[in-house]
């Protein structure tokens, strides 16, 4: 089974500042990670994905994330928060070969960028 | 125009309704999904389709019924509206390639069960 936990509920930045937003995965198998970005009333976009490649993941918008096997983490990075960034993310774990394409979210973070 | 679309944008209904949703997608992707979205629960699936008639149940499928006669169109019914069916619901789309399952989504479809 595969599961997606989102550590922070919600992240207050200041614009300039660095972003952190974390997320522990379980998963029986090699995973594929994923980070979603959802601003408000709009479909989910994607930021970046992690498919056994490199371990640092660099995505849209500046975003980063690192996959750390030994901790099962996959954490969001970004140097410099943007007021644009403010958003919710989701990260998802995905195994393609146990779960028939089937993704399991996070319950999201809400990030917060104050000016 | 090329995407995933999905109708109506907004919709209210009362309790004991039918009510449809669609989705259509024109990359002829082989993977559909159907999640919903409520407060403090990210999103869940419904239901998923690996290809045409081909659907299978997610996590909270009670009170859904799905179809996919054509790859291009995933309907989602909800055959007696409940209260507990407010949500926002997306469709997405994918085609696994690589062994990813990269999904693109909707924009949502805002439902208020009166």
């Known amino acids: 089974a595969q599961s997606v936990t989102q550590l922070d509920s919600h992240v207050s930045v200041s614009e300039g500042t660095p972003v952190l937003l974390r997320c522990n995965y379980s998963?029986?198998?090699?995973?594929?990670l994923f980070w979603y970005v959802q601003h408000p009333n709009k479909g989910l976009q994607l930021l970046l994905k992690?498919?056994?490649?490199?371990?640092l993941v660099k995505g849209i918008n500046g975003f980063e994330a690192e996959f750390k096997k030994s901790e099962t983490s996959f954490h969001l990075t970004k140097p410099s928060a943007h007021m644009s960034d403010a958003a919710e993310y989701f990260c998802?774990?995905?195994?393609?070969?146990?779960?028939?394409?089937?993704?399991?979210f996070g319950d999201g973070t809400t990030l917060t960028v104050k000016p | 125009d090329a995407g995933i679309t999905q109708s109506p944008r907004y919709k209210i209904t009362e309790t004991g309704r039918q009510v449809t949703l669609m989705c259509h997608q024109t990359?002829?992707?082989?993977?559909m999904f159907w999640y919903r979205q409520d407060l403090g629960h990210g999103l869940r699936l419904i239901y998923y389709?690996?290809?045409?008639?081909?659907?299978d149940k997610g996590e909270v499928p009670d009170g859904y019924v799905v179809s996919r006669s054509k790859t291009e169109n995933f309907p989602l019914t909800l055959e007696s509206a409940t209260r507990s069916q407010t949500s926002v619901y997306f469709c997405?789309?994918?085609?696994?390639?690589?062994?990813?399952?990269?999904?693109?989504f909707g924009a949502g479809t805002r439902l208020s069960v009166l």
């Open positions: 998802v774990v995905s195994d393609l070969d146990t779960n028939a394409g089937k993704s399991t």
């Open positions: 389709s690996a290809a045409a008639d081909i659907t």
């Open positions: 992690y498919t056994s490649a490199a371990t």
């Open positions: 998963s029986s198998y090699s995973p594929s």
């Open positions: 997405a789309s994918s085609e696994p390639a690589g062994g990813l399952v990269i999904q693109y």
């Open positions: 990359w002829s992707h082989s993977y």
